[in-house]
């Protein structure tokens, strides 16, 4: 395959990085809550609704979210009375009598259990903190009463965390009889003990909301059935849609609020950068994370590596790549594992029956995932037998893994023909993999290692494959593409760019790149390549330099299509040998 080849096949470098759609600067400031609006609408719906007293918002940071959400629930929060609750007073018992206590509505802020209608956050608490408790002096035999959080809130909002009512669950019980009854009511923490007295109740109205991510809330909903019956339900939304150019400036104007807040200047190049560096995490251009956990990681890491308060696209790159050395520790032995052919993977030259396809690796206890090329080959006997995966036969792949090879078979003998009962047997192996793997984004690898061992033609080592397929060939979207891209990149790199490596990825992932700036560099040069394919037509035409199947035309004697070539060798195979004039006596 020729260079000419290659740039008309391939991608160009401008389309390798996403670009935001903003020309104009300075940047109007925005807060979070502005690209919340479904968000908004319900808690004011929540707040406003005469019965309702519970929400569940679903958030990831809620320590984070709950210290947005606590000054937003107070400027929306319904401005009734100024005070709540109530007064006890207890008039203490001596050694004849018991104490007694009795209870008034509060007139004062100063009475012992009233409250002004607060909004409290409280992401961490136990029995005696939520519900308050009962003191008694250890001589005199006094009685104090302690307010807990559910009376300091009494008339507005308690932000809770589903955290603690998971590892507490008989805190929820109780909370839930609170709520449904609007009354609080007194009792012992002790399950032998009874009150030392008799200690009124009262009525008692608070709204609850509950933050938690969808894993905890999901856990909630099945220990109480009724949970969503009982509750509001809404998402504070962790991504944020910049499709179009008004979505990209109130995302814009978020980040420059942030940045405000931490007396900081970005230019318009550093938007941009921002922006790519989340399409990485999101692997979406069009969608990506609005945390504000992260964006102030990000603004606060290329401040404190700058040394400087005016940032820029530099600023931001410097942090990227010195995060990317001082977490590399495992991706770097892993590629000079490759570099030391301690794991063979070729990069240059063609081999029948060997493809590198890509995955992405992950470590337990490492914060990094990275690309890893891994070297597919292939063995084909004819005759009756089956597509053997070495793999799953040992265990080491996981189900989606079998499926997706299962699907290139299925794939190949539909567009063959082939009959159920395979005229050859074949042996697909993951080479030098000791670790399990899973997922389908090698069944285009394994499809086109198949048909180059059936068809006995080579495969290009310079060109790694990723994506998955369905029955019918056409090429389906997968996961990493940025990590599989550059880490077969950073492999070709150390070894030599010779301007005929690159990789082929489904066109369906051509969203989800933003690629580093070393692996544009080199596209631009025409030293590394990305080629997004279509179908298994598109595929095997690019890497095969023939057709896949036979169309209407004359094709030259080193272009026969690859199906009439697997046709041939089947058919030359299933002839039955001749017999010699010595066989002939011998029978």
Same mark, same amino acid.
């Given at each position: 395959?020729?260079?000419?080849?290659?740039?008309?096949?391939?991608?160009?470098?401008?389309?390798?990085?996403?670009?935001?759609?903003?020309?104009?600067?300075?940047?109007?400031?925005?807060?979070?809550?502005?690209?919340?609006?479904?968000?908004?609408?319900?808690?004011?719906?929540?707040?406003?609704?005469?019965?309702?007293?519970?929400?569940?918002?679903?958030?990831?940071?809620?320590?984070?979210?709950?210290?947005?959400?606590?000054?937003?629930?107070?400027?929306?929060?319904?401005?009734?009375?100024?005070?709540?609750?109530?007064?006890?007073?207890?008039?203490?018992?001596?050694?004849?009598?018991?104490?007694?206590?009795?209870?008034?509505?509060?007139?004062?802020?100063?009475?012992?259990?009233?409250?002004?209608?607060?909004?409290?956050?409280?992401?961490?608490?136990?029995?005696?903190?939520?519900?308050?408790?009962?003191?008694?002096?250890?001589? %005199?035999?006094?009685?104090?009463?302690?307010?807990?959080?559910?009376?300091?809130?009494?008339?507005?909002?308690?932000?809770?965390?589903?955290?603690?009512?998971?590892?507490?669950?008989?805190?929820?019980?109780?909370?839930?009889?609170?709520?449904?009854?609007?009354?609080?009511?007194?009792?012992?923490?002790?399950?032998?003990?009874?009150?030392?007295?008799?200690?009124?109740?009262?009525?008692?109205?608070?709204?609850?909301?509950?933050?938690?991510?969808?894993?905890?809330?999901?856990?909630?909903?099945?220990?109480?059935?009724?949970?969503?019956?009982?509750?509001?339900?809404?998402?504070?939304?962790?991504?944020?849609?910049?499709?179009?150019?008004?979505?990209?400036?109130?995302?814009?104007?978020?980040?420059?609020?942030?940045?405000?807040?931490?007396?900081?200047?970005?230019?318009?190049?550093?938007?941009?950068?921002?922006?790519?560096?989340?399409?990485?995490?999101?692997?979406?251009?069009?969608?990506?994370?609005?945390?504000?956990?992260?964006?102030?990681?990000?603004?606060?890491?290329?401040?404190?590596?700058?040394?400087?308060?005016?940032?820029?696209?530099?600023?931001?790159?410097?942090?990227?790549?010195?995060?990317?050395?001082?977490?590399?520790?495992?991706?770097?032995?892993?590629?000079?594992?490759?570099?030391?052919?301690?794991?063979?993977?070729?990069?240059?030259?063609?081999?029948?029956?060997?493809?590198?396809?890509?995955?992405?690796?992950?470590?337990?206890?490492?914060?990094?995932?990275?690309?890893?090329?891994?070297?597919?080959?292939?063995?084909?006997?004819?005759?009756?037998?089956?597509?053997?995966?070495?793999?799953?036969?040992?265990?080491?792949?996981?189900?989606?893994?079998?499926?997706?090879?299962?699907?290139?078979?299925?794939?190949? %003998?539909?567009?063959?023909?082939?009959?159920?009962?395979?005229?050859?047997?074949?042996?697909?192996?993951?080479?030098?993999?000791?670790?399990?793997?899973?997922?389908?984004?090698?069944?285009?690898?394994?499809?086109?290692?198949?048909?180059?061992?059936?068809?006995?033609?080579?495969?290009?080592?310079?060109?790694?494959?990723?994506?998955?397929?369905?029955?019918?060939?056409?090429?389906?979207?997968?996961?990493?593409?940025?990590?599989?891209?550059?880490?077969?990149?950073?492999?070709?790199?150390?070894?030599?760019?010779?301007?005929?490596?690159?990789?082929?990825?489904?066109?369906?992932?051509?969203?989800?790149?933003?690629?580093?700036?070393?692996?544009?560099?080199?596209?631009?040069?025409?030293?590394?390549?990305?080629?997004?394919?279509?179908?298994?037509?598109?595929?095997?035409?690019?890497?095969?330099?023939?057709?896949?199947?036979?169309?209407?035309?004359?094709?030259?004697?080193?272009?026969?299509?690859?199906?009439?070539?697997?046709?041939?060798?089947?058919?030359?195979?299933?002839?039955?040998?001749?017999?010699?004039?010595?066989?002939?006596?011998?029978?």
């Amino acid at each position: 395959m020729t260079s000419s080849f290659f740039q008309e096949q391939s991608l160009a470098w401008d389309a390798l990085q996403p670009q935001l759609a903003l020309t104009e600067y300075p940047i109007q400031p925005v807060d979070f809550w502005t690209l919340q609006m479904n968000v908004q609408r319900a808690i004011s719906l929540f707040l406003h609704h005469p019965n309702q007293t519970l929400m569940l918002l679903k958030a990831e940071d809620k320590a984070d979210y709950a210290a947005l959400l606590k000054p937003l629930i107070e400027q929306m929060k319904p401005k009734e009375r100024s005070i709540f609750g109530v007064n006890y007073r207890i008039e203490q018992g001596d050694s004849f009598s018991f104490p007694k206590i009795e209870v008034e509505a509060a007139q004062s802020l100063e009475d012992n259990f009233a409250s002004s209608g607060e909004v409290i956050s409280a992401l961490y608490c136990d029995q005696f903190q939520l519900f308050g408790h009962i003191k008694i002096h250890p001589s %005199s035999q006094d009685i104090q009463l302690i307010p807990g959080l559910i009376h300091r809130a009494n008339g507005g909002v308690l932000i809770l965390n589903a955290a603690t009512l998971l590892s507490q669950f008989d805190l929820w019980q109780r909370l839930k009889h609170i709520l449904q009854t609007k009354r609080f009511d007194w009792y012992s923490a002790h399950p032998f003990k009874p009150l030392p007295c008799e200690i009124p109740g009262y009525s008692l109205d608070v709204k609850v909301v509950i933050l938690g991510d969808r894993t905890e809330i999901a856990t909630l909903g099945e220990l109480e059935e009724d949970l969503y019956r009982l509750a509001d339900y809404a998402e504070v939304e962790s991504y944020l849609s910049v499709a179009d150019v008004n979505e990209q400036k109130n995302w814009a104007g978020y980040v420059q609020h942030l940045a405000q807040k931490n007396a900081l200047t970005l230019d318009l190049s550093s938007f941009n950068k921002i922006y790519q560096l989340l399409v990485r995490e999101s692997e979406n251009r069009f969608l990506i994370h609005l945390s504000p956990r992260i964006l102030n990681n990000m603004l606060l890491n290329a401040a404190t590596f700058s040394q400087k308060n005016t940032l820029s696209a530099v600023d931001f790159e410097a942090v990227f790549q010195q995060q990317s050395v001082q977490q590399g520790f495992l991706k770097e032995q892993t590629y000079a594992d490759i570099l030391n052919e301690q794991v063979y993977v070729e990069t240059e030259g063609e081999i029948v029956g060997q493809i590198n396809g890509l995955s992405v690796i992950e470590y337990p206890g490492t914060p990094v995932k990275f690309g890893e090329p891994s070297r597919i080959s292939c063995i084909v006997q004819f005759g009756e037998g089956e597509v053997v995966d070495v793999e799953r036969k040992n265990e080491l792949a996981g189900n989606l893994h079998s499926k997706g090879m299962m699907i290139a078979q299925a794939c190949l %003998s539909n567009i063959l023909e082939l009959p159920s009962q395979l005229p050859f047997s074949a042996s697909l192996v993951f080479e030098q993999s000791y670790g399990e793997i899973d997922g389908d984004s090698a069944s285009l690898a394994i499809f086109c290692v198949l048909v180059s061992a059936l068809a006995d033609l080579p495969l290009p080592q310079s060109i790694a494959i990723t994506g998955a397929i369905d029955q019918f060939g056409l090429i389906h979207a997968v996961g990493g593409v940025n990590d599989k891209i550059e880490g077969f990149f950073a492999i070709c790199k150390r070894r030599g760019l010779t301007g005929k490596q690159g990789v082929v990825i489904p066109a369906t992932t051509l969203q989800q790149l933003s690629l580093s700036d070393e692996v544009v560099s080199a596209v631009k040069k025409g030293e590394f390549f990305i080629f997004p394919v279509e179908d298994i037509h598109q595929t095997c035409e690019l890497i095969f330099q023939r057709d896949l199947l036979e169309e209407d035309k004359i094709y030259e004697e080193s272009k026969r299509p690859i199906s009439r070539l697997i046709q041939k060798r089947i058919d030359f195979r299933a002839e039955p040998a001749k017999k010699s004039l010595l066989s002939f006596f011998r029978t």
